[in-house]
Nanobody, 127 residues
Framework: QVQLVESGGGLVQAGDSLRLSCAAS??????MGWFRQAPGKDLEFVAA?????????YYTDSVKGRFTISRDISENTLSLQMNSLKPEDTAVYYC?????????????????????WGQGTQVTVSS
């Protein structure tokens, strides 16, 4: 049985850093990503990583240069290092995994392309 369990959320001030983790169990994945959902808004793509072929990473424009997605294959974990946090980063952050080996950048940004989801972890950034 596949499970994705996020951790690391919390309440921080603008400019602070947080590191989110997602522990996967049941199988390994080539494609994993992070999405977020702010109150009253749709689920939004944040970042994705494809380990097949060398570890390509993808980010939404608003987090480029501030967030870093990474994988630890041996531990079967996914991380999101978030620096210089802004109030607009406040959301529930979800870990997602896809059983495909590779997908295009466009498809990686679509929530419906992912097969498994975690329960989410709250990130709140105060101004």
């Amino acid at each position: 049985q596949v499970q994705l369990v996020e951790s690391g959320g919390g309440l921080v001030q603008a400019g602070d850093s947080l590191r989110l983790s997602c522990a996967a169990s049941g199988r390994t994945f080539s494609i994993m990503g992070w999405f977020r959902q702010a109150p009253g808004k749709d689920l939004e793509f944040v970042a994705a990583i494809i380990t097949w072929g060398g570890g390509s990473t993808y980010y939404t424009d608003s987090v480029k240069g501030r967030f870093t997605i990474s994988r630890d294959i041996s531990e079967n974990t996914l991380s999101l290092q978030m620096n210089s946090l802004k109030p607009e980063d406040t959301a529930v952050y979800y870990c997602a995994a896809d059983i495909a080996t590779y997908k295009s950048s466009a498809r990686l940004r679509v929530p419906g392309e992912y097969d498994y989801w975690g329960q989410g972890t709250q990130v709140t950034v105060s101004s």
